[in-house]
């Protein structure tokens, strides 16, 4: 299962003894087209993200902030960063074999 970005935002900050600080800053539309914007702050660096729901915009927001980060040298894993960052290897895992193909259906026949 892969980590939230919020998960390796949180992951990462640990790693320089901070946290990073989310904030709702703004709702607008009617309640059931609502969107909302939420800011991130995390090692001097600040972006906003602006999603359909509070959790989508703050995993976005997180998402910015990975890239931010990643392009400001901190070791970042993918997807999230350049890549350089060694990540947790993934297992590795043989696709279950495919089942032969079905056999064409029978051609129709007129019945009279």
Do not use: W
Request: proline content about 16%; some cysteine; charged content about 20%.
């Amino acid at each position: 299962m892969m980590k939230t970005a919020i998960t390796v935002l949180q992951e990462l900050m640990v790693k320089y003894t901070e946290n990073p600080s989310y904030e709702c800053i703004a709702q607008s539309g009617p309640q059931h087209l609502a969107t909302f914007e939420y800011r991130c702050s995390a090692r001097g660096h600040v972006v906003t993200a602006t999603a359909r729901s509070k959790k989508e915009a703050k995993q976005e927001a997180a998402r910015l902030m990975l890239q931010k980060l990643a392009g400001a040298g901190l070791p970042v894993p993918p997807p999230y960063g350049s890549g350089d960052a060694p990540a947790a290897a993934a297992p590795t895992e043989t696709p279950p074999p495919q089942p032969p193909p079905l056999p064409p259906p029978p051609k129709a026949t007129k019945l009279y």
